[in-house]
């Protein structure tokens, strides 16, 4: 958009406005703001330099076992060293970063709150006062760390907004807080389809695009893969599948990856051992719209690779078929894997990650996945000794 001459001169009118207001608050804090009201409260939106934010704001959690000492919960041990992490690397990356609003209190009667007309203020805030923090007390303990740091540059030019609920009530504020707090959590699915294009992130939604078994058949935004809509993974699912492969680890970010090249790599290996695989290879072959609902039930019920666990699994051996110098996934050792028998009744996954249960819902299937790493572990050890890849590990 095009400013006019017009425009010029509005804009000179408003600092005229404006400048007397922090002309005669210049000792004191003083921020131009938003006036709304909500929940039968007024509320005002302002925006602070990152360099104000260690000496306007306060936490006040609670301490020992008593609930009514503070006005917040105590701070999570290492949440703010996460956040601070998370900033630190983007800014250094030269890469975009956002942190969520703020939101303090303050009794009405500390502050000077000057209305301009439609919604527009200015906000006094003397230098003696102190906004009470009633959500974001990590993101503050993060910025505060930065800002006094040797790394304060990195943010030395950004702002951050504050929601300012004016509030002198403590009890209020507490119940403030617990509500704020009743957001419920994002599906780490729904987090990781929105995540940046890149790593295990970037790889996994190659993945979904361009493996057969992935395709069409993956929840990305719920925790869990609904049956009814002919879903088998989910993109958590995908993502820990993918840590396994490259760095043995489900967790692993798998940052220095390079996106291309790995998703290439691996979805070559998967359309080939998923082909090839008899467990797999019908739903593969046949389009995901003649999929029945039966076809994933049925699949999801005996084949380990329907589960989160054998996936898991199939990561963790396909992990030791790869050459990271080369990119390269041996193919032989690929076919030999999608040789195995895969069903939850084959011996070779009893008593590590196939359990029988003593009170099945249903009798003629009383084999129960394990979950746990050690179970998981046990059974890549035991293919590894079945293929020939390892000789017998005593555990």
């Given at each position: 958009m095009v400013e006019t001459p017009e425009d010029d001169i509005n804009h000179q009118r408003l600092d005229l406005l404006l400048e007397p207001y922090f002309s005669k608050y210049h000792r004191e804090r003083c921020y131009?703001?938003?006036?709304?009201?909500?929940?039968?409260?007024?509320?005002?939106?302002?925006?602070?330099?990152?360099?104000?934010?260690?000496?306007?704001?306060?936490?006040?959690?609670?301490?020992?076992?008593?609930?009514?000492?503070?006005?917040?919960?105590?701070?999570?041990?290492?949440?703010?060293?996460?956040?601070?992490?998370?900033?630190?690397?983007?800014?250094?990356?030269?890469?975009?970063?956002?942190?969520?609003?703020?939101?303090?209190?303050?009794?009405?009667h500390n502050i000077t709150v000057h209305e301009l007309g439609r919604g527009l203020c200015i906000v006094v805030i003397p230098n003696k006062v102190k906004l009470d923090i009633t959500d974001g007390q990590h993101r503050k303990s993060a910025i505060q760390e930065l800002v006094l740091g040797n790394e304060s540059h990195l943010i030395s030019d950004d702002d951050f907004p504050i929601t300012l609920i004016l509030e002198a009530d403590k009890r209020q504020c507490q119940i403030d807080f617990k509500d704020m707090a009743q957001t419920r959590p994002l599906d780490k699915s729904l987090l990781l389809s929105f995540g940046e294009y890149s790593g295990r992130v970037g790889i996994t939604k190659?993945?979904?695009?361009?493996?057969?078994?992935?395709?069409?058949?993956?929840?990305?935004?719920?925790?869990?893969?609904?049956?009814?809509?002919?879903?088998?993974?989910?993109?958590?699912?995908?993502?820990?599948?993918?840590?396994?492969?490259?760095?043995?680890?489900?967790?692993?970010?798998?940052?220095?990856?390079?996106?291309?090249?790995?998703?290439?790599?691996?979805?070559?290996?998967?359309?080939?051992?998923?082909?090839e695989c008899h467990h797999t290879r019908y739903i593969v072959?046949?389009?995901?719209?003649?999929?029945?609902?039966?076809?994933?039930?049925?699949?999801?019920?005996?084949?380990?690779?329907?589960?989160?666990?054998?996936?898991?699994?199939?990561?963790?051996?396909?992990?030791?078929?790869?050459?990271?110098?080369?990119?390269y996934f041996n193919q032989t050792?690929?076919?030999?894997?999608?040789?195995?028998?895969?069903?939850?009744?084959?011996?070779?996954?009893?008593?590590?990650?196939?359990?029988?249960?003593?009170?099945?819902?249903?009798?003629a299937k009383p084999y129960k996945v394990s979950f746990g790493g050690s179970a998981i572990a046990a059974a890549v050890n035991t293919v590894q000794v079945k293929l020939g890849w390892i000789q017998f590990i005593n555990n």
């Amino acid at each position: 958009m095009v400013e006019t001459p017009e425009d010029d001169i509005n804009h000179q009118r408003l600092d005229l406005l404006l400048e007397p207001y922090f002309s005669k608050y210049h000792r004191e804090r003083c921020y131009p703001g938003l006036i709304f009201r909500q929940g039968k409260r007024k509320m005002v939106q302002i925006n602070v330099p990152a360099r104000d934010l260690p000496i306007l704001l306060q936490a006040m959690p609670s301490t020992d076992n008593d609930p009514d000492s503070g006005k917040n919960r105590p701070e999570v041990k290492g949440h703010a060293e996460e956040i601070k992490t998370y900033v630190v690397e983007r800014a250094k990356a030269n890469r975009p970063w956002v942190l969520g609003t703020i939101t303090a209190n303050v009794d009405e009667h500390n502050i000077t709150v000057h209305e301009l007309g439609r919604g527009l203020c200015i906000v006094v805030i003397p230098n003696k006062v102190k906004l009470d923090i009633t959500d974001g007390q990590h993101r503050k303990s993060a910025i505060q760390e930065l800002v006094l740091g040797n790394e304060s540059h990195l943010i030395s030019d950004d702002d951050f907004p504050i929601t300012l609920i004016l509030e002198a009530d403590k009890r209020q504020c507490q119940i403030d807080f617990k509500d704020m707090a009743q957001t419920r959590p994002l599906d780490k699915s729904l987090l990781l389809s929105f995540g940046e294009y890149s790593g295990r992130v970037g790889i996994t939604k190659e993945l979904i695009n361009r493996v057969s078994m992935f395709q069409d058949k993956t929840e990305k935004i719920k925790s869990t893969p609904a049956t009814k809509n002919r879903l088998i993974y989910t993109t958590n699912y995908i993502a820990r599948f993918v840590s396994c492969v490259f760095a043995n680890d489900p967790a692993d970010e798998l940052k220095n990856y390079e996106v291309e090249a790995a998703s290439g790599s691996l979805a070559e290996c998967l359309n080939q051992f998923f082909l090839e695989c008899h467990h797999t290879r019908y739903i593969v072959e046949k389009a995901h719209q003649n999929l029945t609902v039966d076809d994933i039930s049925r699949f999801k019920e005996e084949c380990l690779l329907g589960v989160s666990a054998g996936l898991e699994v199939l990561g963790r051996l396909l992990y030791h078929t790869y050459a990271q110098d080369d990119n390269y996934f041996n193919q032989t050792k690929i076919s030999q894997l999608a040789q195995l028998d895969w069903s939850r009744e084959n011996e070779l996954w009893r008593d590590n990650i196939v359990r029988i249960d003593l009170k099945p819902k249903n009798p003629a299937k009383p084999y129960k996945v394990s979950f746990g790493g050690s179970a998981i572990a046990a059974a890549v050890n035991t293919v590894q000794v079945k293929l020939g890849w390892i000789q017998f590990i005593n555990n």
